[in-house]
């Protein structure tokens, strides 16, 4: 991204900036008297705050131009709930930048609140302004002959108001803008891959950005094509890529941060880099969208880009299953029976519930590498937008301790999950009579029996699937999610692996 952070810790502000940032809540509206920038732009504020125009509601924003009352030339006000935590924080900075990128500010002086700092902790408060700024102004590039580009922030200067200049306040500030920054890097590598259109992001390529990342981070690779793939038993990659001219790909990166430690996370990330559906081809209409069935191992790479970056005291397998799912003569059918990676059979009665069949094998090649806790993200199922819509990642588990640490996870990144139920009548609707298992259960509970077709391959290790079906790819920009590709589900992995309190 290439901004570049500095810091004022008594106040001193920058000889040139193009704005200055100023969060603030209803009250300290409501303060007589009180000093925020200038007399006369607080006087602005006061009579914007009066006629009700502005109430410092959280994600509200007001900007005015300074006239050469300042070295700036725009203030930015941006509300802050009196009460507001990391999520607030991180919802307001990114109305902030996006009022930064009407006027085009790229260098701004953001005065840090001290109340803020206190509330959220100097770690956390930095991290989640860092996350808001430069999430929100990153966006989908549309593919033109003349090259677009996005706004940018260049560089970002953090006054801390001397009252607030704890002893611990400037080194935790500072660390948590770096977290930040990191996780918005990752979150936005995971956003670009997933919006690459089909005919450039084939299971290969999706391979080569792996190798790229694993050569820039330091990690170890190994990719499996079709015939090592086949050497290994892999039949539900197998036969999922086999109707695509793009032969299949099996992803596996290693991170080892904790050589001494036995315990070591999978991660496993759903790689479809295009789904038709099929043999059970899907309708026309939005099937564009379906460039997006690989955001589960967007994530997954955006999480291991973070943990690269950062390097925490962790060990990690991360597996992505690449495959194109397409009709061909040599497409799987209906009816079909797999031998999968790990011995078990399963009936095909639908060939566009493919992602659960390679996530099968993805989960026993994980577990074959030393995996010992397993978490799958996947744009598994329509069933979970009909129940959670587009704001909720559904969750099935089989180990309740995990699916909290998963769920707490997510409440750091300011990411909902919700979990569904696991009992075993779901499992039984997933029995065949042609196989051990059949790969639909029909409408009723779909997002669960398909979390828990992937379940049956956990070899009963603890085990949390997570479904972004509705929260990976989105119609409309919100926050700090834009139009298109979210990726969704990256700071919740890292915040996970990293158990950053």
Known sequence: MGVTFTYGWNGEQPAAIDAVLRFIGPGELEREGAAWVRPEIDAALRTAVSKGIFKGDTAQTETYPTFGLHSAGYVVFAGLADDGGTDELRLSAAAAAKALKRIKASSVSVICDSAAIARCGAER??????????????????????AAKRHVLENVHLVLDPAANQAAAPAGLESGVKRGAAYAEGVCYARDLTNMAGNELTPERLAAFAEDLARDYDLDIEVIDEWMAAEQGMGGLLAVGKGSVHEPRMIVLYYEGAPGNKQTWGLIGKGITFDTGGISLKRAAGMEEMISDMGGAAAVLG???????????????????????????????????????????????????????????????????GATKLVDVATLTGAVVSALGDHVTGAVANDGGLLREVIAA??????????????????????????????????????????????????????VHLDIGGTAFIDKARGWEPKGATGVMTRTLAELVQAFD
């Open 125 to 146: 408060f930095g991290q989640a302004l860092a996350e808001g700024l430069l999430l929100a102004l990153h966006e989908r590039l549309p593919l033109k002959r003349e």
């Open 303 to 369: 999480a291991m880009r973070i943990i690269g970056e950062l390097k925490p005291e962790a060990n990690v397998i991360a597996v992505i299953p690449a495959a194109e799912n397409m009709p061909s003569h040599r497409s799987f059918k209906p009816g079909d029976i797999i031998r999968m990676m790990n011995g078990l059979t399963v009936e095909v009665v639908n060939t566009d519930a493919e992602g659960r069949i390679v996530l099968a094998d993805a989960m026993t090649a994980a577990i074959r590498r």
């Open 410 to 463: 997510g409440e750091k990144a300011g990411e909902r999950i919700w979990a569904f139920p696991s009992y075993p009548e779901y499992v039984k609707q997933l029995k065949s009579e042609a196989a051990d298992l059949k790969n639909g259960s029909g409408r009723y509970g779909a997002a669960i029996t398909a979390g828990l077709f992937i379940g049956e391959f956990a070899e009963g290790l603890p085990w």
